[in-house]
T-cell receptor
Framework: DTAVSQTPKYLVTQMGNDKSIKCEQN?????MYWYKQDSKKFLKIMFS???????INETVPNRFSPKSPDKAHLNLHINSLELGDSAVYFC????????????FGPGTRLLVL | AQSVTQLGSHVSVSEGALVLLRCNYS??????LFWYVQYPNQGLQLLLK??????LVKGINGFEAEFKKSETSFHLTKPSAHMSDAAEYFC????????????FGQGTRLTINP
């Protein structure tokens, strides 16, 4: 059973295109996150949703739009892709509350040409 | 505001030797601290976490870490390295209040020599 799953695993696209990444968790968590890992392996939070409400939005260009249709899903739509968007995007989930473990998905490797 | 510094982007040890990966944090509120491991082309897996219950925390795969408030450190150790420990290791901090985002260090790549 996959706890946190992401689709697609790999995404290769041209500059200027629009693409979406999907995330689903079957852990019963109410909080979900998107993190970006750059080419130097540095991880930084982008967004967090709690019970479908946006609670963290970290100075991310507004070309990035998250959407949470329900507690188990968090999608990321990216408009007008740029070369600098190439990265690995990780979805994570946790229970709400301080110190809760965040469980990560396998990542989506995005390459913008 | 919170931040994490991992000393040494690359650590290399011999199989069977002690593993020591260093992590120092900065936090304006009492922190929660985490160590995650990332194997090639995979997601992150929790090794252990400190949530103020005990300063010495034991995790999976024989790893442990000690929270030292006076030194603002949370170093990760393992007495005897195994080839399967080769991976990228990330230290992270979150606050004990407010929105629970993880702030990560730069990562340390651990290489095990036979």
């Amino acid at each position: 059973d996959t706890a946190v799953s992401q689709t697609p695993k790999y995404l290769v696209t041209q500059m200027g295109n629009d693409k979406s990444i999907k995330c689903e968790q079957n852990l019963g968590h109410d909080t979900m996150y998107w993190y970006k890992q750059d080419s130097k392996k540095f991880l930084k939070i982008m967004f967090s949703y709690n019970n479908k409400e946006l609670i963290i939005n970290e100075t991310v260009p507004n070309r990035f739009s998250p959407k949470s249709p329900d507690k188990a899903h968090l999608n990321l739509h990216i408009n007008s892709l740029e070369l600098g968007d190439s990265a690995v995007y990780f979805c994570a989930s946790s229970s709400s509350g301080s110190g809760e473990t965040q469980y990560f998905g396998p990542g989506t490797r995005l390459l913008v040409l | 505001a919170q931040s994490v510094t991992q000393l040494g982007s690359h650590v290399s040890v011999s199989e069977g030797a002690l593993v020591l990966l260093r992590c120092n944090y900065s936090s304006s509120v009492p922190p929660y601290l985490f160590w995650y491991v990332q194997y090639p082309n995979q997601g992150l897996q929790l090794l252990l976490k400190y949530t103020s219950a005990a300063t010495l925390v034991k995790g999976i795969n024989g790893f442990e870490a000690e929270f030292k408030k006076s030194e603002t450190s949370f170093h990760l150790t393992k007495p005897s390295a195994h080839m399967s420990d080769a991976a990228e290791y990330f230290c992270a901090v979150s606050a004990n209040q407010g929105a629970q985002k993880l702030v990560f260090g730069q990562g340390t790549r651990l290489t095990i020599n036979p």
